[in-house]
Antibody
Framework: EVQLVESGGGLVQPGGSLRLSCVVS????????MSWVRQAPGKGLEWLAN????????YYVDSVKGRFTISRDNAKNSMYLQMNSLRAEDTAVYYC?????????WGQGTRVTVSS | QSALTQPASVSGSPGQSITISCTGTSSDVGGYNYVSWYQQHPGKVPKLMIYDVSNRPSGVSNRFSGSKSGNTASLTISGLQAEDEADYYC??????????FGGGTRLTVL
């Protein structure tokens, strides 16, 4: 059974940092591009970033470029999102997702709240 | 990287067909056959319904179909059922090697 489990969310002050993790099981992690997608409260989905199988290519939406860094560790079946200089507008549920014909598997999400 | 344009809401009666549009540009929807559609029930995780414009993942009902013409993609749901009531999002690959979602469409089954 394919599973993606995010962790690392929480309450952080504006300007602070968080590192999200996504641990996967049930498929060969190293064979797939992976993505982070977020959803602010009551809002739509926003694609944030993705990373190639070997980590050699990474792409970001403009709104997080320079602040967020996506990475992966294939030996640990894990993907990460380092989030710096957080703003109130980064408050959202953050999902990791597998890239295959769109995003075919999603985690349950981890909630990030940026507030003083 | 502007969001794709979807109608905020659509509605239909059980048994009817509805279509949700997703309009982009030649740099995203019109330029690639990489359009996906997702269904999201309240408080739930998005579910992939259509990929690569018109392909259904295993397990998705054949009442769901996708198409594209120019810069506009469409999701059609036939034989509308109560459980189809949800939010629907389109997504497209872009010329910047990124992906972009639409703003979402709330489907109400009357």
């Amino acid at each position: 059974e394919v599973q993606l489990v995010e962790s690392g969310g929480g309450l952080v002050q504006p300007g602070g940092s968080l590192r999200l993790s996504c641990v996967v099981s049930g498929f060969t992690f190293s064979n797939y591009w992976m993505s982070w997608v977020r959803q602010a409260p009551g809002k739509g989905l926003e694609w944030l970033a993705n990373i190639k199988q070997d980590g050699s290519e990474k792409y970001y939406v403009d709104s997080v470029k320079g602040r967020f860094t996506i990475s992966r560790d294939n030996a640990k079946n894990s993907m990460y999102l380092q989030m710096n200089s957080l703003r109130a507008e980064d408050t959202a549920v953050y999902y990791c997702a597998r890239d295959y014909g769109g995003n075919d598997y999603w985690g349950q999400g981890t909630r990030v709240t940026v507030s003083s | 990287q502007s969001a794709l344009t979807q109608p905020a809401s659509v509605s239909g009666s059980p048994g009817q067909s509805i279509t949700i549009s997703c309009t982009g540009t030649s740099s995203d929807v019109g330029g690639y056959n990489y359009v996906s559609w997702y269904q999201q029930h309240p408080g739930k995780v998005p579910k992939l319904m259509i990929y690569d414009v018109s392909n259904r993942p295993s397990g998705v009902s054949n009442r769901f179909s996708g198409s594209k013409s120019g810069n506009t993609a469409s999701l059609t749901i036939s034989g509308l059922q109560a459980e189809d009531e949800a939010d629907y999002y389109c997504s497209s690959y872009t010329s910047s090697s990124t992906w972009v979602f639409g703003g979402g469409t709330r489907l109400t089954v009357l």
